[in-house]
């Protein structure tokens, strides 16, 4: 019995608390570091319209396959008042694989036109709770969650894409109607916390 | 006669060890669980080559199923299907088999299927009781080996 009492706790502590749809941007004054050593705050990447946090990282094969669209992406909507940042929380990797020199050949390296910044001691994927690489989280100008979840239906192959699932919700955002799909699930990376 | 028996272990050796790396969605799993329910308890691990958490952990999962005999260790390789040549090595490196899985379906429907409560990151791991065949426990990245083991021993009572 103490058993079972034990597991059903386990259980609800175990359960993702992921930041709501609808939730206030949490940590917007949270110093992160970017890839050129200054710091950056996610009040500082704030766009007119909107703000897509991405949570990634240099090695996950998931962010590999599926980084060249963060880059359309950004090129497709930062000039329409979409600000995008990606946040690499792998905090007890910092030492190694993503280190913050690793950070910025891989910018450099995949053509990265938005800022990439290190997330000291992991504190904003916790206060989002963000799992995992490639992780997407868009909030409109209010600073409220509109979508969260993946950029699209299918890592492997950007023309295999069926569901556009971060771009219709982008283009929803600025357009002024509601978000079709507020949430979606893709396999990714765990992050690594300290 | 001695050629042909040399030649039919060469063969084996290429073949016979190689795992049957079933491609399955979650529905199909979950189906196949359930049908252990009563007989065995489970503990379903989904992983992937490119998940070091997933690789670390691995032959600790393989140990247990191998020491409880009510225990049936499912594996899903959550791997790309480009990739099917080195999850089948990978599996055949560390004793996996007769059948083993690997995930068909896109990624939310599979996600959503296992459990909605899993958010996608790896690895991923459920306990299923014997008896009842409920979850007794879940959870996702890696977890010492204590963690298994109570969830093993609640399963297998329960």
């Known amino acids: ?194 | 006669m001695i050629r042909i028996i040399l030649i039919s272990i060469f063969l084996c050796v290429q073949s016979c060890t190689k795992v049957d790396l079933v491609p399955s969605t979650a529905d199909e799993l979950i189906s196949k669980i359930k049908q252990s329910k009563g007989e065995k308890a489970v503990l379903l691990n989904i992983w992937a080559l490119w998940c070091d958490p997933c690789v670390e952990e691995f032959p600790m999962i393989v140990d247990l199923g191998v020491e409880h005999h009510d225990l049936e260790v499912v594996f899903i390789s959550a791997d790309f299907d480009d990739q099917v040549g080195e999850v089948r090595d990978f599996l055949d490196r560390n004793g996996v088999g007769p059948v083993s899985y690997i995930k068909k379906e896109k990624d939310e429907s599979f996600i959503l299927g296992i459990h909605p409560s899993w958010t996608g990151s790896l690895p991923f791991t459920i306990v299923y009781a014997k008896n009842s065949g409920n979850i007794v426990d879940l959870w996702e990245g890696e977890y010492p080996e204590s963690r298994f083991r109570t969830a093993i021993e609640v399963a297998l009572k329960s």
């Open chain 1, 1 to 194: 019995m103490k058993n079972i009492i034990t597991f059903i706790l386990l259980f609800s502590i175990n359960e993702a608390s992921e930041l709501a749809i609808g939730s206030l941007m949490p940590e917007t004054d949270h110093q992160m570091v970017k890839t050129n050593g200054k710091n950056l705050t996610l009040s500082d990447a704030k766009g007119d319209k909107g703000t897509l946090v991405i949570f990634s990282s240099n090695t996950c094969p998931w962010v590999i396959r599926w980084e060249d669209r963060y880059v359309s992406i950004t090129e497709s909507y930062s000039s329409k008042g979409i600000g995008v940042i990606a946040v690499n929380s792998n905090a007890s990797r910092f030492d190694d694989r993503e280190s913050l020199g690793k950070m910025k050949s891989h910018a450099r390296e995949k053509n990265y036109n938005f800022p990439y910044v290190q997330d000291p001691e992991a504190k904003l994927a916790m206060a989002f709770g963000a799992t995992k690489t490639p992780h997407i989280y868009l909030f409109d100008n209010k600073d409220r969650l509109v979508y969260r979840g993946a950029i699209d239906d299918n890592a492997r192959n950007a023309n295999s894409v069926e569901e556009h699932f971060l771009s219709n919700a982008i283009e929803e955002l600025i357009t002024g109607q509601p978000i079709s799909k507020t949430t979606s699930k893709a396999i990714g990376c765990s992050i690594k916390f300290p």
